[in-house]
């Protein structure tokens, strides 16, 4: 079992940059495929981007791509969601996620555990 606790979130202007971080815990990360959701209000959750096992992969939903960067640290047990140029748009709770899946998963139903959240609010 792996237990995600997400941090970073916060209230920032448009145009602005935001770095999240989902801490993992157990000596198992590195078997997981990593991602980022995110849900607004009234919205579904949305897939934002996925790493690879091995971080070699990486995978973007077209809302954020060119704008927002995945990465890993497998010594820290983290995976990062690097955010720039944000927009009121981006404004959600953002969820991290494990997935058992080889392959890149977009869909939530793919993946395993999940954080709590945290929220990421974007003023214009």
């Known amino acids: 079992q792996v237990q995600l606790v997400e941090s970073g979130g916060g209230l920032v202007q448009a145009g602005d940059s935001l770095r999240l971080s989902c801490t993992a815990s157990?000596?198992?990360?590195?078997?997981?495929?990593m991602g980022w959701f995110r849900q607004a209000p009234g919205k579904e959750r949305e897939f934002v981007a996925a790493i690879s096992r091995s971080g070699g992969n990486t995978y973007y939903g077209d809302s954020v791509k060119g704008r927002f960067t995945i990465s890993r640290d497998k010594a820290k047990n983290t995976v990062y969601l690097q955010m720039n140029s944000l927009k009121p748009e981006d404004t959600a709770v953002y969820y991290c996620?494990?997935?058992?899946?080889?392959?890149?998963?977009?869909?939530?139903?793919?993946?395993?555990?999940w954080g709590q959240g945290t929220q990421v609010t974007v003023s214009s």
């Open positions: 996620a494990a997935s058992n899946w080889v392959v890149l998963a977009t869909t939530s139903g793919r993946y395993d555990y």
């Open positions: 157990g000596r198992t990360f590195s078997t997981y495929a």
